[in-house]
């Protein structure tokens, strides 16, 4: 007999379980382990002001999360940290990158640097659309 429980708080490692259960389903049926990727931006402190988390595929990095500090917004550090993915998606054989954001956070941000639009989810988290992007990596 199992449960089903909600948990409003899930610790790092039951997260984990998750993801790790998925990732190794997908990876048995795809023939191929993805590897995660984080890339930081640390100040002078070793303080973490800026990164990527993403997942390394047979043909694609997705970015799932690329944070700036608020204060160091609209200073090329966003651009740096996206580029430095995207070299890492290069040296992986991957042919594209493929992110998703909000309406309310990086649209223009992905169009600058090169990413094509793929679709949207209107109305996704209240008026917000999801928006999916990919760009060719060369």
Request: proline share 1%; charged share 25%.
């Amino acid at each position: 007999m199992f449960k089903i429980v909600t948990d409003t708080n899930p610790s790092i490692d039951d997260i984990m379980t998750v993801r790790k259960g998925i990732i190794n389903f997908n990876d048995r049926a795809l023939h191929y382990e993805s590897k995660s990727l984080a890339i930081f931006m640390k100040d002078n402190n070793d303080v973490i002001q800026g990164g990527v988390l993403a997942w390394l595929d047979a043909s694609s990095i997705y970015i799932e999360i690329l944070w700036i500090n608020e204060q160091l917004r609209h200073q090329g550090y966003g651009s740096k940290l996206l580029h430095a993915a995207e070299d890492e998606g290069k040296k992986n054989n991957c042919q594209f990158s493929t992110l998703d954001t909000f309406g309310f956070q990086a649209e223009d941000f992905y169009v600058k640097n090169g990413y094509e639009k793929l679709g949207e989810v209107k109305n996704y988290i209240r008026q917000y659309s999801r928006i999916f992007f990919r760009k060719t990596l060369k």
